[in-house]
């Protein structure tokens, strides 16, 4: 009886193995088949393929870190000089956007003077101009009184507004303002207001935005449909991305270039990168040139894929390449342009610089230039 207990035994023993190790499997298995999907409301960066291949992880996201300039590094330099210059209708050129034929369409957009800081949800004194540079002077081909808080031009040419409205417009080919297909409401979970759009050359569009409340910003991307793609609002230790997103561009590795804007006019650049998380540039305010905080007002993206900011206070320009490095400050007071707020390259060729006036009953200029980086 002895051996038959013990081979019981064995047998039992055996039986309790093989159901652990068979458990485990399955444990294993269902580990290896569960899929982490990340909400639209999840307080880190959503995927989004096209910016971050492969599996989202913490990893992949990172901190808010200053991006570092290295004094000891030769700068390249880019040349500027003016070509021709024409009065505007506007006491600020805000906005500045090409369209076919060389056409431009100009706009302003003040705040009130209970909030001379403030850049949202205030009433403005918008007004918004289609030009043709000829000759010296600017043709005004039409003149719109319509909100906006920034323009676009689609890659079909088509002019996209950012207004008061969550839905965005599109002036149609007679010049009249109509709703667009793009709608940010019902993808998100909060009263998302936007601020300003930038469609990428990955056939995606950023806009970015913030509550009425101002108390939550973000950046969404849509494709060219207008269908959600992804929502950047926090980094990985659940801190805002932003503040105030107020303009927006991208560079051929995909990442986003955001002005980000405070509230007592000053601003920094947030970069959203595959490589390294989000980086912010700040201005490189060491140095002696600047004598006032860094304020961008506008950012572009180059022919080359390099990266223009206009610091207006400072009457400067500053040149970053895609690779988030600086390249250059350049002084656009030494050639005459002062607060300088806005550029544009031009689907032609030309390159156009907006500028602000400060003076009362003084109108702002537009500068045709030669624009040269190296």
């Not at 010296?136 to 039409?142: A, E, M, P, Q, S």
């Amino acid at each position: 009886m002895k051996n038959l207990d013990d081979r019981l035994n064995e047998l039992n023993s055996i039986i309790n193995n093989v159901k652990i190790s068979l458990k485990k499997k399955i444990k294993t298995t269902k580990m290896q088949n569960t899929e982490v999907n990340l909400s639209s409301s999840s307080p880190v960066i959503t995927p989004m393929p096209e910016f971050v291949p492969g599996k989202i992880n913490k990893d992949h996201l990172g901190i808010l870190k200053d991006i570092e300039v290295d004094e000891n590094k030769p700068s390249d330099k880019i040349e500027v000089t003016v070509t021709k210059e024409f009065q505007t209708k506007l006491s600020r050129v805000s906005y500045l956007s090409s369209s076919h034929n060389d056409a431009l369409w100009i706009g302003i957009n003040m705040p009130t003077r209970e909030n001379k800081r403030s850049t949202l949800f205030s009433k403005k004194t918008t007004t918004l101009h289609k030009v043709r540079p000829e000759e010296n002077k600017l043709k005004t081909l039409c003149e719109l009184d319509v909100r906006i808080i920034d323009i676009a031009t689609t890659p079909s040419d088509t002019i996209i507004l950012v207004t008061d409205d969550v839905k965005l417009k599109e002036i149609d080919q007679s010049d009249k303002v109509i709703d667009s297909k793009y709608n940010v409401e019902s993808y998100l979970l909060f009263m998302f207001k936007p601020t300003c759009i930038h469609f990428t050359k990955r056939n995606t569009i950023a806009i970015g935005g913030r509550t009425s409340s101002k108390d939550r910003a973000a950046v969404i991307l849509m494709d060219i449909n207008g269908k959600f793609v992804a929502k950047y609002e926090s980094d990985e230790t659940s801190r805002p991305i932003f503040t105030n997103p107020l303009r927006i561009t991208s560079t051929s590795n995909g990442n986003l270039w955001v002005i980000d804007a405070e509230d007592d006019n000053s601003g920094s650049v947030v970069v959203l990168t595959q490589e390294y998380g989000v980086r912010v540039y700040r201005g490189n305010l060491d140095m002696d040139t600047c004598e006032k905080q860094f304020n961008p007002q506008y950012i572009t993206t180059t022919p080359l894929d390099n990266i223009i900011v206009t610091d207006t206070y400072n009457h400067m320009l500053h040149l970053l390449n895609k690779d988030i490095q600086l390249l250059a400050h350049y002084s656009t007071g030494d050639i005459g342009i002062l607060y300088p707020t806005s550029v544009v390259f031009t689907s032609a060729g030309n390159v156009y610089i907006g500028s602000s006036s400060f003076q009362q009953n003084e109108k702002a200029k537009l500068y045709k230039v030669n624009f040269v980086e190296y």
